[in-house]
């Protein structure tokens, strides 16, 4: 079958999973889910978004080994953008897909592990950025409740602690940083037990979280008049996320958003 025919019954998960390199060094947690993800100029679009680990490579041998891989599987390199800390983007297209590689430096991971940013989006299924009104409607009260309020506050705590340690180095290193970070608290209050009957209102409160990180990340990835979309994104998906951790009491988590 021909690349181009494989690629029209590719799901954006399975895209996803075409550029991890089977090699043990590199490593994903957790599952690849598919969703809207901000592209500029108050557009979303399906995609991916997840880090691949790496462990004991510099960043180099990433950068060769997950090109490797991507070729292998059908990707082409449109364009390719290198920075003076040994971090790199790289951006890719395969069929209806596009993909964009943020390959960490070396310095960058935590024990050891460096992480490389992936997006995967299908262009086609751009659509206005429609967001509905953030309403968090909360039905736990209690110890259960306090309980969740006080561990995920304590994930900001720490998390805040950390983005005032990143280094004043250039704008866009430094916004890597702190996206990462951000990332890591997501995924931390993600892994909490919600409060029983409030687990839809911990989706809605990630949901918010998850966006601005998005717009981050988008704004890191563009360039020139593009990043004006990207800085008003994270205007809006800022003020989102605010809205939505003061709604649920996660107010240690209010200076890491604004």
Known sequence: MPVSDAVAALSLPAAGRSLIPSDRSFLVRGPILERDCFV????????????????????AARTRLLLLNASRRGWKLVRKREYGNSSAFLYLSRGDLRATLGVGP??????????????????????????PPVRIDSHATGAAKR?????????????LAR??????????????KYRGELERA??????LSPPPGDERAVRQVLTEFKRFSQAIGYLISVKGENALG?????????????KAAKAYGLTACLPLLG
């Open 106 to 131: 070396d310095a960058a991971g935590g024990g050891g592990r460096v992480p490389t940013w992936v997006e995967v989006t299908r262009p086609a299924t751009r659509k206005s950025a429609q967001l």
């Open 147 to 159: 309980h969740f309020v006080g561990a995920a506050n304590a994930v900001c705590v720490s998390t």
């Open 40 to 59: 500029g100029n108050g557009k979303t679009a399906r995609c991916v978004q997840f880090n691949i680990e790496s462990l004991g490579l510099s960043s």
């Open 186 to 191: 997501i995924g931390a209050i993600a892994r």
């Open 163 to 176: 983005v005032r340690r990143i280094p004043h180095t250039s704008p866009k290193v430094a916004a890597k």
């Open 230 to 242: 990207a800085a008003a994104a994270i205007a809006v998906t800022g003020k989102r996320a605010l």
